[in-house]
């Protein structure tokens, strides 16, 4: 790297050598002075802007950004954290300023557009209708576009399930449970069981809704089972609220739904390592901290959708600086996901 380039990214401990410029540190704005909109949209103009530009001037592109060069700035050590955990810089940009020009290096997998899950599709698009403007419509429709063909109609159903940023529409899914829940009504579900692979209908009296790690589950009395159980609410089909009035629950049902809107279940012990723990607690709630010191952090996690697979999926998202130490059967989980992880590189 030549004397007059400039890395978008923190500075050694060393001081840089004479004639290198690096970005210097900079105290956190105000949450109040930064609109996360007009920040999201900058960048995304940005990058693309930059690629199709190598070596564009700072002021240049600041202008064409419609802020200032030291705003500008900010933005490129921002997109540094782009990337997947533990988020180290260049996992997906390489953003340098040399002699007062901008050059942005995209990884290779940008090469080709990016062909989307509707599940990953539908997310997005939630997100966009959530950000509002006049675009989102054109946004849905081309990540609609990004779906495979046979793919497109599960898309269409996810998108209109799937809200954020506002309260669910009154005809929606959770829209009819929550009503039915507050005028206690019975409700008529098409429910996906996932053990028996099976579509069934179902009469459910609904006792409360809790959002358990990305998910929404109904807890409520099945009437053909005859005891509550918990139903998650992307795998109703339909749901049709019915006339049939339901008594308050009793005391021990109370009791148990109070249980299910809680964390619970078996905790989840996973040790991390240094770079683990610096990005793992600095996210809010999810890990209780058992142990804490130089070498990294032992963690526990609890709670109404974390297993086994959870915890390893978790700790292997850190590329071996964490690991899985209990209970004894999420340990045997993460060790032989790990084997057959190695295995494939013998």
């Given at each position: 790297m030549s004397a007059a380039r400039r890395r978008i990214r923190p500075a050694p401990a060393a001081p840089a050598?004479?004639?290198?410029?690096?970005?210097?540190?900079?105290?956190?704005?105000?949450?109040?002075?930064?609109?996360?909109?007009?920040?999201?949209?900058?960048?995304?103009?940005?990058?693309?802007?930059?690629?199709?530009?190598?070596?564009?001037?700072?002021?240049?592109?600041?202008?064409?950004?419609?802020?200032?060069?030291?705003?500008?700035?900010?933005?490129?050590?921002?997109?540094?954290?782009?990337?997947?955990?533990?988020?180290?810089?260049?996992?997906?940009?390489?953003?340098?300023?040399?002699?007062?020009?901008?050059?942005?290096?995209?990884?290779?997998?940008?090469?080709?557009?990016?062909?989307?899950?509707?599940?990953?599709?539908?997310?997005?698009?939630?997100?966009?209708?959530?950000?509002?403007?006049?675009?989102?419509?054109?946004?849905?429709?081309?990540?609609?576009?990004?779906?495979?063909r046979d793919r497109r109609a599960s898309f269409d159903e996810l998108v209109g399930r799937i809200y954020a940023g506002s309260p669910p529409a009154r005809d929606s899914v959770l829209g009819k449970l929550q009503r039915a829940i507050a005028e206690r009504r019975a409700v008529r579900l098409g429910y996906h069981s996932a053990s028996r692979a099976a579509d069934t209908d179902r009469i459910v009296r609904p006792f409360t809704l809790a959002q358990r790690f990305g998910h929404w589950y109904l807890y409520g009395h099945d009437s053909e089972r005859g005891k509550a159980l918990a139903f998650r609410v992307d795998r109703i089909r339909e749901c049709t609220v019915t006339e049939e009035r339901f008594d308050p629950p009793s005391e021990a049902e109370l009791a148990a739904a109070r249980l299910f809107s809680e964390p619970s279940g078996e905790s989840m012990r996973i040790r991390l390592g240094p770079v683990a723990a610096a990005w793992a607690l600095a996210r809010p709630g999810g890990l209780t901290i058992v142990k804490r010191d130089r070498a990294g952090a032992v963690v526990e996690a609890s709670g109404l959708g974390l297993d086994e697979r959870w915890a390893t999926r978790f700790a292997l998202s850190f590329g071996g600086d964490a690991e899985v130490i209990g209970p004894a059967s999420a340990r045997r989980t993460f060790a032989e996901a790990v084997r057959r992880t190695l295995a494939r590189y013998a």
């Open positions: 050598p004479a004639g290198k410029r690096r970005a210097k540190a900079r105290p956190a704005r105000s949450a109040s002075r930064i609109d996360p909109r007009d920040r999201l949209r900058r960048v995304l103009f940005l990058v693309p802007y930059a690629v199709r530009h190598p070596g564009i001037p700072v002021k240049e592109l600041a202008r064409r950004c419609g802020c200032t060069e030291k705003e500008l700035m900010e933005d490129l050590d921002f997109l540094l954290g782009v990337g997947s955990p533990p988020f180290a810089p260049d996992d997906f940009l390489d953003l340098y300023v040399e002699g007062e020009r901008v050059y942005v290096a995209l990884h290779q997998s940008f090469s080709r557009p990016p062909r989307f899950t509707e599940s990953e599709a539908a997310a997005l698009a939630a997100a966009a209708q959530a950000l509002g403007g006049e675009g989102r419509e054109r946004v849905v429709r081309a990540l609609r576009d990004a779906v495979p």
